[in-house]
């Protein structure tokens, strides 16, 4: 059974920085393309990067030049740097394997 664990949101100032972590388990991850999701209260769920198994990146326009997606197979696990946060990325982030396992998510609030 595919497990996701994410980790690593919380409060920040807009401007700041966290990185999140999504921790798998039950699947043989560098075979999978993985993704962060995030969904804003009232607004539909949005990819914001994915990653595919060679580690070729693609992201949402808005967080292009902010976020950086990366993958550890050795650890199978997908982070997601995000830098110079604004107010309008306060979501819940979720990870995503293969279009098709989802984690719990984690809360990210930007606000001064």
């Known amino acids: 059974q595919v497990q996701l664990v994410e980790s690593g949101g919380g409060f920040v100032q807009p401007g700041g920085s966290l990185r999140l972590s999504c921790a798998a388990s039950?699947?043989?991850?560098?075979?999978?393309?993985m993704a962060w999701y995030r969904q804003a209260p009232g607004k539909q769920r949005e990819l914001v990067a994915g990653?595919?198994?060679?580690?070729?990146?693609n992201y949402a326009d808005s967080v292009k030049g902010r976020f950086t997606i990366s993958r550890d197979n050795a650890k199978n696990t997908v982070y997601l740097q995000m830098n110079s946060l604004k107010p309008e990325d306060t979501a819940v982030y979720y990870c995503?394997?293969?279009?098709?396992?989802w984690g719990q998510g984690t809360q990210v609030t930007v606000s001064s």
């Open positions: 990653i595919t198994n060679l580690g070729i990146p």
């Open positions: 039950g699947s043989i991850f560098s075979m999978y393309y």
């Open positions: 995503n394997q293969a279009n098709r396992y």
